[in-house]
């Protein structure tokens, strides 16, 4: 079993920046995939950015101000979060796939930092 802890969200005013931070910590095997996604009120959730070991990808809305990042050594996935907007407010889950074989992928979830964006 694998735990996630996220920390870094809070109440931030529009051009703002936030980092957020997740540890995987627990029975981990060999981290593929860590990223972070979203929900916003009465919306599903959405990825928002991910990485592997050898990419990155983003969701459109995000591209240009936000920035991924894994430290291996320590488990952690980061997300630089800069120019918010209002549309950003939602709650950020972590989310971090490990490989415990050459045929199996088990994803884990965070319980979620909330992002609010507003003056």
């Known amino acids: 079993q694998v735990q996630l802890v996220e920390s870094g969200g809070g109440l931030v005013q529009p051009g703002g920046s936030l980092r957020l931070s997740c540890v995987a910590s627990?029975?981990?095997?060999?981290?593929?995939?860590m990223g972070w996604y979203r929900q916003a009120p009465g919306k599903q959730r959405e990825l928002v950015a991910a990485?592997?070991?050898?990419?990155?990808n983003y969701a459109d809305s995000v591209k240009g101000r936000f920035t991924i990042s894994r430290d291996d050594a320590v488990n952690t996935v980061y997300l630089q979060m800069n120019s918010l907007k209002p549309e950003d407010t939602a709650v950020y889950f972590c989310?971090?796939?490990?490989?415990?074989?050459?045929?199996?992928?088990?994803?884990?979830w965070g319980e979620g930092t909330l992002v609010t964006v507003s003056s």
């Open positions: 989310n971090v796939v490990d490989q415990v074989s050459s045929r199996r992928l088990i994803q884990y």
């Open positions: 990485v592997t070991t050898s990419s990155t």
């Open positions: 627990g029975s981990i095997f060999s981290i593929n995939a």
